[in-house]
């Protein structure tokens, strides 16, 4: 008889005291027994998706890097990690974004200016060369070009002898906000919406540890929206995402883990906490009573936070750095998974490294030094924020029901309805700052002259050097190879196949970005929103 396997026993779970040596539960609760009270780690996770929340595990400290050429970005990424960081965020230009290469007539001015230039696999080798992808975590704020940046990336980590099974990231591959509210979309909604579920479907195969789309609420929110708005219609876009995997045959429990999301986090303290509590609490009951999960991970929101860009002023920019901690604050008491803390001189250009640095350091002193990490929710029960959490919860439902009876977001979109409504509030935002109703320090109250920091400048020559790059890449790969690559992509366009895998050997026979772009331009089509007032 085989000798039993002795079970192991939990370890007893670590004592966390307050600096004067108060002990702090793990959770506090209405001392009302008879009442059921929501607690951390279970349904609906108005609470946090984990039981303990930071005092297990911190957050990804994420901070969003990449500006010029790969080799300027992959040196940020490594004095990144070095100084503590725990996750790689990587920005792209402009041209890299909505599918043109470095030397397209539509790119000129703008390659590595708001972000890295990656026209080809070997970009994406140069960016993360010596930071192995099978031990890091890396984020891509991509959304059209996103199927094609993460087959880059998937090309790459093989190439480092890494399979795609031990890839670990997410792409924001969210194309209906960009409809929305930033415009950097190529080919019309149908199209876009095929692509995202191919991705879907393709990692949950293929790369399942990897977060296909972060539907985002962080640029509807920057344009204008307020938190309601910005949890309904994340919400909303969130469902339209789903059915689009539903349709093509997926079960819902077999991709909703690894579905996550994006948030702003401006400076109202409390609403701001208030509104990633509703978050989750409505995000699973959605799950669970409309698209009836049955796996308790499906119903969890999982998402990752970026500090309010648009907040910050480019007067006396280091008043950002406060700014920025208390929306750091903000995101870590409504139990974010990830974050990215911005600069203090973001409002004027991309950060330098030590703006980069003080804000990573902004998250790590939050993280060891506050103390709001010692416990779960630590806001929890307070009557203000309960109240502001049943307020939102409440207009968060009535904003669902109204686009569900529009028809979904697609059709909202089309409508105008969300561009209108956040036009509204942006515009009532713009008047009671300008009467001075609402106070920005250092812009309309105790504004001084000043001397302009020094910023970080993108030089030119980049842009030349990209355009020489190109060249020698087109003259030097297999054009045979790279033809039937793109033909089999095109072909498979036009058919209801799933694209990610001709897509993976277009990118690993060294097809640029723009190259994949323009195949599906001709099969798909591009763009163009009609006038809505």
Known sequence: ????????????????????????????????KKKATEDAGKYPFTRGIHPGMFRERFWTMRQYSGFGDAKLTNERFKFMLEKGQTGLSMAFDLPTQIGYDSDSPQAEGEVGKVGVSITSIKDMMTAFDGIPLGKVSSSMTINSTASTLLAYYIAVGESQGFKSTELRGTTQNDILKEYIARNTYIYPPQPSMRLIGDMIEFCAEKVPSWYPVSISGYHMREAGCTATQEI???????????????????????????????????????EEVAKFRVARKVYAKILKEKFHAKNPRSLQLKFHTQTSGESLTAQQPNNNIVRVA???????????????????????????????????????????????????????GSYYLEELCDQIEADVWKYLKKIEKMGGSVKAIEKGFFQSEIRANAYRLKKETDNEDRIIVGVNKYSEEEEQPELLRI?????????????????????????????AMQSAADTEENLMPYIVTAA??????????????????EYRPKEVF
Do not use: W
Request: glycine share 4%; proline share 3%.
């Open 1 to 32: 008889m085989a000798a039993k396997k002795p079970t192991k026993s939990k370890a007893p779970e670590k004592k966390i005291f307050t600096d004067s040596e108060y002990s702090v539960k793990r959770i506090y609760q209405k001392s009302n």
């Open 232 to 270: 309904a219609f994340t919400l909303a876009n969130a469902i339209a995402y789903i059915q689009t995997c539903l349709d093509k045959g997926l079960k819902i429990d077999d991709f909703a883990p690894r579905l996550s999301f994006f948030f702003c986090c401006t400076i109202e303290f409390f």
């Open 326 to 380: 208390i929306q750091t604050m903000a995101a870590v008491a409504g139990g974010t998974q990830s974050l990215h803390t911005n600069s203090r001189d973001e409002a004027l250009a991309l950060p330098t490294q030590e703006s980069a640095k003080i804000a990573l350091r902004t998250q790590q002193i939050v993280a060891h030094e506050s103390g709001i990490t010692k416990t779960a929710d630590p806001l929890a």
């Open 459 to 487: 030089d030119g020559r980049i842009e030349v050097q990209q355009k020489k790059a190109l060249k020698k890449l087109r003259a030097d790969r297999d054009s045979k190879k790279l033809e039937k690559a793109l033909s």
């Open 508 to 525: 690993k026979a060294f097809a640029t970005t723009g190259e994949i772009s323009n195949t599906f331009r001709e099969v798909f089509g």
